[in-house]
């Protein structure tokens, strides 16, 4: 199992604008997710992604801290306190992929070049430990 604390060290060391910075997400943070998450994106309500305005989603698809390890990542694109966007990927273990799901940005922070930020797992050749091939393999 990977752990939280590899996932946000990794995170970390993703390169952002200045100021910005990525969290995991937690369970306490959902609902207002859901709720920027309608108001940045309200086209998303029908849509395959519509899911991510669903609490159920989240507990049972989504992976937290201490809590089993599910398939659906999600971390948050913070500015000082300040929810910025969010970034959300999914595991294959059968095929060892790894999937984007969806990529969303506070109006306010539109170019603010955050889209680099999501590539960049990518670019370190799925550096995150929780993306990694090798961490699948039970």
């Known amino acids: 199992m990977t ?4 996932i946000e060290r990794l995170a970390a ?5 200045a100021g910005y910075r990525f969290e995991l997400l937690r369970r306490a943070e959902v609902g207002d997710l859901i709720g920027f998450i309608a108001a940045w994106f309200p086209d998303i309500s029908v849509g395959s992604a ?40 999914e595991r294959d273990r059968e095929t060892l992929s790894l999937h984007a799901r969806l990529a969303v ?22 550096a995150w430990a929780w993306v990694s091939p090798t961490a699948w393999q039970r």
């Open 3 to 6: 752990g939280s604390a590899d």
């Open 50 to 89: 519509n899911c991510y305005l669903s609490d159920e989603f989240y507990a049972e698809r989504v992976f937290f801290a201490d809590e089993p390890e599910r398939s659906v990542l999600v971390v948050l694109l913070k500015h000082g306190d300040e929810l910025a966007g969010m970034f959300s990927c």
């Open 105 to 126: 940005a506070a109006p306010r922070h539109r170019g603010a070049n955050l889209a680099q930020a999501g590539r960049s797992p990518r670019r370190s050749g799925g």
């Open 13 to 17: 060391r993703m390169p952002l604008a």
